[in-house]
Protein backbone atom coordinates (compact mmCIF):
# COMPACT_ATOMS: atom_id res chain seq x y z
CA UNK A 1 0.00 0.00 0.00
CA UNK A 2 1.35 3.34 -0.57
CA UNK A 3 0.02 6.33 1.28
CA UNK A 4 0.32 10.18 0.30
CA UNK A 5 -0.10 12.77 3.15
CA UNK A 6 0.16 16.46 3.17
CA UNK A 7 0.61 19.36 5.73
CA UNK A 8 1.28 22.72 6.05
CA UNK A 9 -1.79 23.94 5.16
CA UNK A 10 -3.58 26.54 7.58
CA UNK A 11 -5.27 30.31 7.63
CA UNK A 12 -3.24 33.32 6.11
CA UNK A 13 -3.51 36.72 5.00
CA UNK A 14 -4.26 38.01 1.75
CA UNK A 15 -0.52 38.45 0.38
CA UNK A 16 1.00 35.89 2.04
CA UNK A 17 2.82 32.86 1.49
CA UNK A 18 2.16 29.02 2.46
CA UNK A 19 4.03 25.64 1.50
CA UNK A 20 2.65 22.88 1.06
CA UNK A 21 4.10 18.98 1.56
CA UNK A 22 2.95 16.10 0.25
CA UNK A 23 4.91 12.84 1.25
CA UNK A 24 4.70 9.22 -0.18
CA UNK A 25 5.35 6.47 2.22
CA UNK A 26 5.28 2.21 1.81
CA UNK A 27 7.74 0.30 -0.13
CA UNK A 28 8.62 -1.38 -3.68
CA UNK A 29 7.31 1.49 -5.65
CA UNK A 30 8.66 4.30 -7.29
CA UNK A 31 6.57 7.89 -8.79
CA UNK A 32 6.22 9.26 -12.01
CA UNK A 33 4.20 12.11 -12.45
CA UNK A 34 3.15 14.13 -8.95
CA UNK A 35 -0.14 16.92 -8.71
CA UNK A 36 -1.56 19.02 -6.87
CA UNK A 37 -5.01 19.47 -7.13
CA UNK A 38 -7.86 21.77 -5.18
CA UNK A 39 -11.25 21.86 -4.31
CA UNK A 40 -13.74 24.34 -2.60
CA UNK A 41 -17.22 23.57 -1.61
CA UNK A 42 -19.78 23.94 -4.66
CA UNK A 43 -16.63 23.81 -6.87
CA UNK A 44 -15.16 20.89 -8.83
CA UNK A 45 -12.20 19.77 -8.46
CA UNK A 46 -9.16 21.95 -9.91
CA UNK A 47 -5.59 20.98 -11.11
CA UNK A 48 -2.89 23.54 -9.75
CA UNK A 49 0.27 21.99 -11.21
CA UNK A 50 1.79 18.79 -11.99
CA UNK A 51 5.31 17.96 -12.18
CA UNK A 52 7.14 14.80 -14.18
CA UNK A 53 9.95 12.24 -13.16
CA UNK A 54 12.95 14.75 -15.04
CA UNK A 55 11.28 18.08 -12.97
CA UNK A 56 9.06 19.65 -16.10
CA UNK A 57 6.37 21.55 -14.65
CA UNK A 58 2.51 22.99 -15.27
CA UNK A 59 0.42 25.41 -13.32
CA UNK A 60 -3.02 26.66 -14.09
CA UNK A 61 -3.28 29.99 -15.68
CA UNK A 62 -5.46 30.91 -12.21
CA UNK A 63 -1.88 29.96 -10.25
CA UNK A 64 0.97 30.43 -12.85
CA UNK A 65 3.58 33.10 -11.40
CA UNK A 66 2.38 32.51 -8.00
CA UNK A 67 2.67 29.20 -7.05
CA UNK A 68 5.25 26.47 -7.54
CA UNK A 69 5.87 22.98 -7.60
CA UNK A 70 8.75 20.97 -6.81
CA UNK A 71 9.59 17.54 -5.57
CA UNK A 72 12.78 15.98 -3.78
CA UNK A 73 12.58 12.17 -5.17
CA UNK A 74 15.40 11.29 -2.30
CA UNK A 75 12.26 11.64 0.33
CA UNK A 76 9.51 10.84 -1.89
CA UNK A 77 7.87 14.32 -1.41
CA UNK A 78 6.00 16.96 -3.58
CA UNK A 79 5.97 20.49 -2.59
CA UNK A 80 3.99 23.29 -3.68
CA UNK A 81 5.33 26.95 -2.84
CA UNK A 82 2.40 29.27 -2.76
CA UNK A 83 3.11 33.08 -2.98
CA UNK A 84 0.65 36.21 -3.73
CA UNK A 85 -2.35 34.24 -1.77
CA UNK A 86 -5.49 35.82 -2.92
CA UNK A 87 -8.74 35.04 -1.26
CA UNK A 88 -9.91 32.83 -4.29
CA UNK A 89 -6.90 30.40 -3.29
CA UNK A 90 -9.20 29.33 -0.58
CA UNK A 91 -9.48 25.20 -0.55
CA UNK A 92 -8.84 21.71 0.29
CA UNK A 93 -5.42 21.26 -1.19
CA UNK A 94 -4.56 17.10 -2.32
CA UNK A 95 -1.60 15.58 -3.59
CA UNK A 96 -1.74 13.11 -6.11
CA UNK A 97 0.75 10.98 -7.48
CA UNK A 98 0.84 7.91 -10.54
CA UNK A 99 2.53 5.14 -8.85
CA UNK A 100 4.45 2.97 -10.52
CA UNK A 101 5.63 -0.93 -8.73
CA UNK A 102 6.51 -2.83 -11.94
CA UNK A 103 6.28 -1.98 -15.84
CA UNK A 104 2.24 -3.65 -15.72
CA UNK A 105 1.30 -2.48 -12.09
CA UNK A 106 0.47 1.31 -12.12
CA UNK A 107 -2.31 3.65 -10.09
CA UNK A 108 -2.98 6.61 -8.81
CA UNK A 109 -2.82 7.57 -5.08
CA UNK A 110 -4.69 10.72 -3.54
CA UNK A 111 -4.04 12.39 -0.10
CA UNK A 112 -6.65 13.14 2.21
CA UNK A 113 -6.16 17.31 1.72
CA UNK A 114 -4.88 20.04 3.65
CA UNK A 115 -6.81 23.12 3.92
CA UNK A 116 -5.89 26.40 2.67
CA UNK A 117 -7.82 29.54 4.08
CA UNK A 118 -6.81 32.96 2.93
CA UNK A 119 -8.50 35.88 4.88
CA UNK A 120 -8.25 39.06 6.35
Known amino acids: QVQLVESGGGLVQPGGSLRLSCAAS????????MRWYRQSPGQQRELVAGITSGGSTNYADSVKGRFTISRDNAKNTVYLQMNSLKPEDTAVYYC??????????????WGQGTQVTVSS
Open 96 to 109: NADIVRTWNNHFVA
Open 26 to 33: GSSFSINN
